[in-house]
Every structure is written in structure tokens, then in C-alpha cells.
């Protein structure tokens, strides 16, 4: 079992940045591919970004991409989001989640086996 507790939501105004943590507890995190999702009021859970087991590899929705980076430090137990350029449609509860294979990493969210409580991104315009 892995315990996940995401941070670092917040209010922002449009083109600013946020970081987000997710710190996990539990079984051996450093075996699980990380990933970030979000959903947003009146929509499915989105993909946002995820990450190898060794930080090697990482893999990004369009929506994103060039504008956040996912990461993870084995040694603190945290995986992390950073957010820059932020836009009103990344307004969302953004979601860490574990993966237990590893590998391939995945956008689907089925695929993931533990998931955070979610914490708040409200980007005002």
C-alpha cells in the first residue's frame, strides 16, 4: 500500500507558476512510475504528466507540454510539479498517482493503482 499527500495548490494569477509536491509514504516508492492528472469541475480526469522509476523518463500531455516539468526525488519519497506559464483552462484538483509496473509509462488513468486526495489550482484570468 502507498499513502500519497499532495501540496502546493493555490490561487494564481494567469502566467504565473505553482509547484506541487506529493510525498509518499508506505511501500517502496522509488518502484513506481509517478504521474499527475487533473479534473476539472464537469470534466473527466485528465493526463497531465508522468515519470520513470529513475527520473530517466518523462512523458507530457500536449496541454502542457513546454510549460510544466514533472520530476521526483527517491530520496525524500516526492515527486513534484512545477507549473509555469499558467493558463484559466489549467484551472483543476490536480492528482499524484503510482503505478505499480513501472514501465511503460502510461496516460491512463485506469493503470494507476494509488492516488492522492488532490489538491486545488485555480489560475484567475
Known amino acids: 500500500q502507498v499513502q500519497l499527500v499532495e501540496s502546493g495548490g493555490g490561487l494564481v494569477q494567469a502566467g504565473g507558476s505553482l509547484r506541487l509536491s506529493c510525498v509518499a509514504s508506505?511501500?517502496?516508492?522509488?518502484?513506481?512510475?509517478m504521474g499527475w492528472f487533473r479534473q476539472a469541475p464537469g470534466k473527466e480526469r485528465e493526463f497531465v504528466a508522468t515519470?520513470?522509476?529513475?527520473?530517466?523518463?518523462?512523458y507530457y500531455a500536449d496541454s502542457v507540454k513546454g510549460r510544466f516539468t514533472i520530476s521526483r526525488d527517491n530520496a525524500k519519497n516526492t515527486v513534484y510539479l512545477q507549473m509555469n506559464s499558467l493558463k484559466s483552462e489549467d484551472t483543476a484538483v490536480y492528482y499524484c498517482?503510482?503505478?505499480?509496473?513501472?514501465?511503460?509509462?502510461?496516460?491512463?488513468?485506469?493503470?494507476?493503482?494509488?492516488w492522492g486526495q488532490g489538491t486545488q489550482v485555480t489560475v484567475s484570468s
Open positions: 498517482a503510482a503505478e505499480e509496473r513501472g514501465w511503460p509509462l502510461t496516460p491512463r488513468a485506469y493503470e494507476y493503482d494509488y
Open positions: 508506505g511501500r517502496t516508492y522509488s518502484r513506481y512510475a
Open positions: 515519470i520513470s522509476l529513475s527520473a530517466g523518463r518523462t
